[in-house]
């Protein structure tokens, strides 16, 4: 190894290579970030720890910003900026509040309602059908966490399902079930929005496209395009947890348990109150959004068919 920061920058010398499960593979020329331990004898005061992937991240995330602009010009910039706003509102606010010892669930609702707040008009700009989606979003993030809340109490989650919950629990002294509240709450906004505003924009071409449609009509048509929309959005739903907990998944079938046991546990519980409550928000999302963008975007009726 040759080390390039720190007091002893320059200096080559030798290590073991890492060993076991999950450890780093490397070979000549790789760039590796070293465990140092200076009460260690000097053979042992370095360790191989993990690659350095700063450059291959940058160069990553620059072609995701780029295909975004791309694609979505004007439209990508606005959503680029309101992918900031949101990293900001969570990195600056909602976790610095939650390790400050405010209720998480409380942080979560008003870190949420800021992020839809500014993101909203700033990647669809003012207007009516912007503000219904708004109104649509708050309403059913509101219902989302009211149902995480009773559903965490009846099924009595801790929160404490993994390991590195039960670390900041006892190192910080964290409300564990709030965090998995306010958890579930971030993880339904990002598709919570997305639903209302098709919605909202939906019910506004359907009145654009036939402005003698009532506000009945307008509400029966969209609400068909988001049942269709919902019964593609709830298989997402469940493969974005599955995905984001196949290693918990794998180990639990591979120690072949009951059924019974394995849906009852603790941490598969936990993901299954996150999609079913999740879910649930989206599910009222639609006929709340669609009857209030009906009712802003009713026509009177004239008489006269359209050309």
């Known amino acids: 190894m040759r080390l390039t920061s720190g007091p002893q920058s320059g200096n080559t010398f030798t290590v073991p290579l890492p060993s076991g499960v999950g450890a780093p593979q490397v070979s000549a020329g790789d760039e590796i970030t070293l465990a140092y331990s200076p009460e260690s004898s000097p053979a042992s005061r370095y360790a191989i720890l993990d690659h350095q992937r700063g450059t291959q991240l940058w160069v990553l995330l620059a072609a995701f910003a780029l295909s975004v602009v791309a694609f979505g010009r004007w439209r990508g910039v606005s959503a680029l900026l309101g992918l900031g706003v949101t990293f900001t509102v969570i990195m600056g606010f909602v976790i610095p509040a939650v390790l400050g010892g405010r209720p998480p669930l409380a942080v979560a609702v008003v870190g949420c309602s800021a ?143 009951p059924v019974r046991d394995i849906l009852t546990d603790q941490l598969v519980a936990t993901e299954l109150v996150r999609s079913a409550v999740g879910t649930m928000g989206l599910i009222a999302a639609v006929p709340l959004t669609t009857a209030a963008a009906a009712f802003l975007a009713r026509r009177p009726r004239s008489g006269v068919s359209p050309a």
Request: charged share 15%; no cysteine; net charge negative.
């Open 115 to 257: 992020i839809v707040l500014v993101v909203l008009y700033l990647t669809h700009g003012l207007g009516r059908t912007t503000t219904v989606a708004l109104a649509g979003t708050l309403a059913s993030l509101l219902l989302t966490g009211l149902l995480a809340a009773v559903s965490v109490s009846v099924m009595r989650l801790s929160g404490a399902g993994d390991e590195s919950s039960f670390i900041l629990g006892q190192s910080q002294g964290i409300d564990l079930r709030g965090l998995l509240l306010a958890g579930i709450l971030i993880g339904s906004l990002g598709v919570l929005d997305d639903v209302t505003v098709t919605q909202a924009v939906t019910v506004d071409e359907l009145a654009r496209a036939n402005p003698e449609f009532s506000a009945r009509e307008l509400y029966a048509a969209a609400t068909r395009v988001g049942r269709a929309h919902i019964a593609s959005v709830i298989n997402t739903i469940v493969l974005a947890y599955a995905g984001a907990s196949l290693p918990l998944l794998v180990l639990i079938v591979a120690l072949d348990d």
